[in-house]
């Protein structure tokens, strides 16, 4: 049973903006016991962590990407969104969302327990 | 931002041990005990199987260990399984609320 899943459109056209959103289920997005993440894939080359937030809405982001980068979270669907903003042919990549479980002090030190299967965007008009 | 280095592949007979490294500077892996390994089926989602350098989820073999030597973080798999044949990556946490992931490594079972 997977308890992540990634949702939104396969493609978006270049500088629109990219909206995914990650429905966790088998548990409670509101607990303290874990972050929430994005993490992408482009084609052929390694992971990029994107950002990450607290139930409670606090946000980290990756510097690269904290200019274009918006995630959310609506604790009543027990759901958090990615929202990436005037996308290039660059952005085009399989998107994960992931549970940060918190076990050290550093929020974006905790590991990411349990992964989505990931959801391809590809960026093209 | 820092970036982690690992060998883009690795391969190793059933049986024997592989290791495979991650290499990065004093403000990622070697100043902080915050080094993750993952397990990556294509396709699949990635898999946790090492946390704080040498720790490992409930479930995961003891076949796999992790370790840490200065700049460098290490991930070995012992008595190679077919099914261990996946990509490796490592991620690290870099100071500043931020982490980043390496490039992979592609792991064959001969």
């Known amino acids: 049973q997977l308890p992540l899943q990634e949702s939104g459109p396969g493609l978006v056209k270049p500088s629109e903006t990219l909206s995914l959103t990650c429905t966790v289920s088998?548990?409670?997005?509101?607990?303290?016991?874990?972050?929430w993440a994005w993490i992408r894939q482009p084609p052929g080359k390694g992971l990029e962590w994107i950002g990450s937030?607290?139930?409670?809405?606090?946000?980290y982001y990756n510097p690269s990407l904290k200019s274009r980068v918006t995630i959310s979270v609506d604790t009543s669907k027990n759901q958090f969104s990615l929202k990436l903003t005037s996308v290039t042919a660059a952005d085009t990549a399989v998107y994960y969302c992931?549970?940060?479980?918190?076990?050290?002090?550093?929020?974006?030190?905790?590991?990411?327990?349990?992964w989505g299967q990931g959801t391809l965007v590809t960026v093209s008009s | 931002q820092s970036a982690l280095t690992q060998p883009p592949s690795a391969s190793g007979s059933p049986g024997q041990s592989v290791t495979i490294s991650c290499t990065g500077t004093s403000s990622d892996v070697g100043g902080y005990n915050y080094v993750s390994w993952y397990q990556h089926h294509p396709g699949k989602a990635p898999k946790l199987m090492i946390y704080e350098v040498f720790k490992r989820p409930s479930g995961v073999p003891d076949r796999f260990s992790g370790s840490k030597s200065g700049n460098t973080a290490s991930l070995t798999v012992s008595g190679l399984q077919a099914e261990d044949e996946a990509d490796y990556y490592c991620s690290s946490y870099v100071g500043s609320n931020n982490l980043v992931f390496d490039g992979g490594t592609k792991l064959t079972v001969l």
């Open positions: 992931a549970r940060q479980v918190v076990v050290v002090i550093a929020a974006t030190g905790n590991p990411f327990d349990y």
């Open positions: 088998g548990g409670s997005i509101s607990s303290s016991s874990y972050y």
């Open positions: 937030i607290y139930y409670s809405g606090r946000t």
